[in-house]
């Protein structure tokens, strides 16, 4: 899986706080990851895809392939979604709501 530069320069460093179910606007399945610093990301899952568990640790990398989208975190564990399509499936947006990142 290839790195994704530009979420890994924005996310780096931050914890994880918690990974969360999160419907999206459209009405699908989705996730929520918030972290420590208050950002919060937002991903469309694909249907019936599997919500990852985890938190605490900081990100140290993301990779992403297609609909593969991984959290690498330190201390050796990731987090990994299923994302609905390989593009337009991620939101970053900062503790006040601004937007940071889309794909």
Known sequence: MAANRKLTNLIRGRAVARVEAAPDPAGGSGARVAFDDGSVMTVALQPAAPLPAGGGARVRGV??????????????????????EPTSSVLLRDARGVLEYAD
């Open 63 to 84: 990779r992403q392939a297609g609909t593969s989208l991984t959290l690498d975190l330190e201390g050796g564990s990731s987090l990994a979604f299923r994302t609905r």
